[in-house]
């Protein structure tokens, strides 16, 4: 796969960090220090221009605040969980909402629906987080990816493929909190992309989806099965 000068590192789970081709660090899902499948290797970030946040779950957010901190990149995500974050003390954000369209350092940034729930765990208390969401980011290169974040196959996929036509789409496969193989091959069906890179699975044991399963399932799509700490591109 050409991501014409666009590099793809994937730290396990829903957490993924681009390059972009001017040399900018993008992270989604900022789960990294405490997250079981990212390699020792790919915990020290270095640098950070750019984070993406697709909802409140600890396996989505659960060093954002950390990182945050320590890097100051641009936090993008819903209201109420941007508004969370800034309770923590993490201060340079740049929140949007479904619909909405923002550059964020070099890249083009639009946030798409998810269906999910978005509930953030603090101490004991559940706090509002707002709704989970997706993205999908255009580089300078006109390539576009989408992270669908945690969700099941929903029909206005479709409509991301018609206005948005992402060529790479980061989907997750792993059952139980969001979709399985099955509905992940519908979704491909909705999002027609070039390439779909399975997330979100064999994490923890009920994520029981798998690749291959998927594989089976879709025509006419290259699946792209990547290794904790491996990048493309
Ligand atoms: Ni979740
Ligand atoms: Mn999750």
Request: with cysteine.
């Amino acid at each position: 796969m050409d991501l014409k000068g666009i590099k793809l590192t994937w730290l396990g789970h829903a957490t993924f960090r681009f390059q972009t081709p001017a040399g900018r660090s993008v992270l989604i899902d900022p789960w990294v220090m405490n997250n079981p499948k990212c390699p020792d290797s790919e915990k020290d970030l270095k640098k950070l221009d750019v984070m993406l946040i697709t909802h409140g779950h600890g396996d989505h957010i659960g060093d954002a605040v950390e990182i945050a901190k320590k890097y100051n990149p641009t936090v993008v995500g819903i209201p109420e969980l941007i508004g969370w974050l800034t309770k923590k003390g993490v201060q340079n954000t740049a929140e949007m909402n479904k619909g909405g369209t923002q550059t964020v350092g070099d890249i083009r940034v639009t946030m798409v629906h998810a269906d999910h729930s978005c509930g953030i765990q603090d101490g004991d208390q559940l706090v509002y987080g707002g709704e989970a969401c997706g993205y999908v980011i255009e580089f300078s290169n006109q390539l576009r990816f989408y992270h669908a974040g945690d969700t099941n196959v929903f029909g206005d996929m479709k409509i991301i493929h018609d206005l948005y036509a992402p060529e790479v789409a980061m989907i997750p496969i792993g059952d139980h909190y969001t979709m399985s193989p099955r509905e992940a091959a519908y979704a491909c069906g909705l999002l027609k992309p070039k390439t779909v890179i399975p997330m979100h699975f064999g994490t923890f044991p009920v994520l029981t989806g798998r690749p291959s399963d998927l594989e089976k399932l879709v025509k006419g799509v290259e699946v792209v099965q990547m290794r904790p700490g491996q990048t493309i591109g």
